[in-house]
């Protein structure tokens, strides 16, 4: 999903959120301050069934601050697999990796999706 400005019709990277299964990759116009690099392409691993969601074609480095990461996509696009889902295809840009949430009124509470 890429959501558009609809006064002008031009998208911008704060504006693209895409998802793919439990995982939301959210453009933003820059990283934030003091991030530490990591060493994997891994944008989220499942707690359950093992899988993940991983940049498997394309240049893209991944950052983490406090728990979130950050992915920023070097080259033209960047193709993220899962085992069970569609691959997508992120843009260059910057994006914030988050997780889907879902909200139990049972419980009256937000709580991540385990995937």
Do not use: C, W
């Not at 994997?40 to 074609?57: I, N």
């Not at 480095?61 to 069970?84: C, P, R, W």
């Not at 691959?87 to 909200?103: C, F």
């Amino acid at each position: 999903m890429i959501l558009v400005n609809q006064t002008t019709k031009e998208s911008t990277m704060k504006e693209k959120l895409i998802q793919q299964g439990d995982v939301l990759m959210k453009g933003i116009e820059k990283l934030p301050e003091g991030l530490k690099k990591v060493n994997h392409l891994t944008l989220a691993l499942g707690e359950v069934t093992g899988h993940s969601h991983q940049v498997t074609s394309g240049e893209a480095e991944m950052y983490e601050k406090d728990g979130t990461f950050f992915l920023k996509v070097t080259s033209e696009n960047a193709i993220v697999t899962h085992q069970e889902h569609a691959p997508v295809t992120l843009e260059e840009g910057t994006y914030e990796i988050d997780i889907v949430k879902e909200y139990s009124h049972f419980d009256e509470e937000a709580r991540r999706v385990a995937d």
